[in-house]
C-alpha cells in the first residue's frame, strides 16, 4: 500500500521516526497538492486532540491518494492531482505559529493549509493568511472572535462551528432533558475560550430558564492538571449542573480526580468537549456524564457512505474508533478537495490560490459528518447542527456509548451571520428554527 508522502517539519522532529513520513523536497516542484497539516503532536493537547487529528488526515489523505474514497471523493488525491503534506506542531505559543506559518508559504510552497485547534492561534494565523494569500482552514478552533476581528476575509475558512453553538447546544439540551437547574457551577480554563464559553452558556440558559443561580465560578489556569481546591470549591457550593468548557489532558484530569471525590454524585455536568475522551476514560468516569463533541462529529456523526467508510478506515489503521477531532480534519481536507475541484480547473492541474478561495466561499459540499454549509461569515463559516449526550461504559464488553442523545440543527443553535452570539441570546434567540 502507497504511503502518504509528507514531511515534518523540526517542530515534531520527535514523532519523526515513529510516524515514518518521506521527506519531500522543500519546494512545490514536483507536480503534487501540498497541505500544510497544523496540530499538537506534543504537549498537553496532543494526545487526546493533536494525534486523533493526525491520524484522520493520515487515513483521509492515504484513501484520497490510492483512489477509494465513496462518491463524490473518488477521483485522487485533489483533482486527480497526488496530495503531499507537510506536518507541523501547534505546540509553541501564537508567535512561533505564526513563524511556522510563513515557512510554510514562503519556503515549503504549499498550496494550502488546514489547522490548528488553539483559538489563540488561529487569531495570530488568519490576518497572516490573507497578507499571504494562502488558503487557510481552520478545521477545530472555536473562537468566536475569527470573524469578528477578520472582517471581509479572503482565504480564511472555518469548517468547524463556533464555540457559540457548543453553548447555546449545551443549555438546550439541559432545559430539554428535564433536569433540576436552580443552580449552576463553572469551571473553566482561564483564557479566553473558557472566559467566552461560560459567557454564552451563562446567558443562554438563564435565556431559557430564567432564574437559575451561579453556585460558583472557577478558572483555574490553562493545563494546570491538578483540580483539588476547585473541586472543593463546586462540591461545597451543591450546585445542580456543573458546566465546563475544559479540552484535552484537563478534561480528562478533572473528570477522574472529580470522579474520585464524588463531584458528579446526584448532579449533572456537561462537557462541551468530552467526547474526545469516550474511549479514553475506560469506565474511570461516571455514567450520565454529558458530553459534547462541537458539532455533529465523532459519535454523533450520521450514518451515511462516508462515515462508515471513515470509522471502518479510522479503526483498521489505528485500533480504536475516530473521535470528534479526527472527524474534524477529515471534514476540512473534504472541504478543500470539493473547493478545488468546484474551480473547473482540469483534472490533473493545481489552480491558482485565488481561483480555490473563491470556490470555497459559500460552498456546500457533503462530509463525514453530513452536508456542511459554508453560510455564515459571508460564506466562510460552517453551519451545521450539534448533538449532546450522556456517557454509558458496558463494564461486560468493555465499550462506551452515548445514551439519550438530542440533536440540534444549525438553524437552532446559530446566531444569524452578522449577530453576535451575545446580542442574538440577548434577544431570546430571534429566529431560531428549533424542532
Known amino acids: 500500500m502507497r504511503r502518504t508522502t509528507s514531511r515534518i517539519v523540526p517542530t515534531a522532529v520527535a514523532l519523526a521516526a515513529s510516524l515514518a513520513f518521506a521527506a519531500p523536497a522543500l ?3 514536483n507536480g503534487k497538492f501540498r497541505i500544510g497539516v497544523v496540530t499538537f503532536l506534543s504537549g498537553g493537547a496532543a494526545g487526546p486532540f493533536g494525534v ?7 487515513v483521509l489523505v492515504d484513501a484520497l491518494n490510492e483512489g477509494k474514497l465513496p462518491a463524490p471523493y473518488n477521483l485522487k488525491g485533489i483533482n486527480g492531482v497526488e496530495i503531499e503534506t507537510v506536518i507541523v506542531d501547534e505546540n509553541g505559543g501564537a508567535t512561533k505559529q505564526v513563524e511556522e506559518f510563513r515557512n510554510l508559504a514562503e519556503r515549503h510552497k504549499v498550496d494550502a493549509v488546514i489547522g490548528y485547534i488553539s ?26 472572535r475569527l470573524f469578528e476581528e477578520n472582517k471581509a476575509p479572503t482565504y480564511v475558512f472555518r469548517t468547524g462551528l463556533d464555540a457559540a453553538i457548543d453553548n447555546i447546544g449545551a443549555a438546550r439540551y439541559l432545559v430539554d432533558s ?37 453556585a460558583t465560578e472557577q478558572l483555574p489556569k490553562l493545563f494546570q492538571g491538578q483540580y483539588g481546591a476547585e473541586i472543593s470549591a463546586i462540591s461545597v457550593s451543591r450546585p445542580d449542573v456543573i458546566h465546563s468548557s475544559f479540552w484535552g489532558g484537563d478534561m480528562e484530569a478533572l473528570v477522574l480526580q472529580g470522579a474520585a471525590r464524588g463531584l458528579f454524585d446526584k448532579r449533572a455536568a ?21 458530553l459534547g463533541a462541537r458539532g455533529p462529529f465523532g459519535a454523533f456523526a450520521p450514518q451515511n457512505p462516508l462515515s462508515d467508510w471513515f470509522r471502518t478506515a479510522y479503526r483498521g489503521k489505528n485500533e480504536i474508533e475516530p473521535t470528534y477531532p479526527a472527524f474534524k480534519m477529515a471534514q476540512a481536507i473534504l472541504g478543500l478537495k470539493a473547493a478545488v475541484e468546484k474551480t473547473g480547473a482540469k483534472p490533473g492541474t493545481i489552480p491558482a490560490k485565488e481561483a480555490v478561495a473563491k470556490s470555497f466561499k459559500g460552498l456546500n459540499f457533503e462530509s463525514v459528518s453530513g452536508t456542511v454549509q459554508m453560510a455564515r461569515a459571508g460564506g466562510h463559516q460552517a453551519l451545521q447542527g450539534i448533538a449532546y449526550g450522556e456517557y454509558s461504559f458496558d463494564a461486560k464488553s468493555g465499550k462506551a456509548t452515548l445514551a439519550n442523545v438530542r440533536h440540534y440543527s444549525g438553524e437552532c443553535v446559530t446566531p444569524p451571520d452578522g449577530t453576535t452570539a451575545a446580542a442574538w441570546i440577548k434577544a431570546g434567540f430571534p429566529g431560531a428554527q428549533c424542532k
Open 27 to 29: 519546494a512545490a516542484d
Open 52 to 58: 486523533p487529528s493526525l491520524n484522520g488526515a493520515k
Open 119 to 144: 483559538s489563540g492561534d488561529c487569531l495570530a494565523i488568519a490576518p497572516v493568511a490573507e497578507e499571504l494569500k494562502m488558503p487557510t482552514v481552520f478545521f477545530d478552533c472555536g473562537t468566536s
Open 178 to 214: 428535564g433536569r433540576k437547574l436552580d443552580s449552576v457551577a463553572s469551571i473553566q480554563q482561564n483564557y479566553a475560550w473558557g472566559h467566552d464559553s461560560w459567557a454564552d452558556f451563562s446567558a443562554a440558559i438563564q435565556q431559557l430558564k430564567p432564574g437559575v443561580k451561579v
Open 270 to 290: 456537561v462537557l462541551t468537549c468530552g467526547e474526545s475522551a469516550l474511549d479514553r476514560f475506560k469506565g474511570q468516569a461516571p455514567n450520565g456524564l454529558i
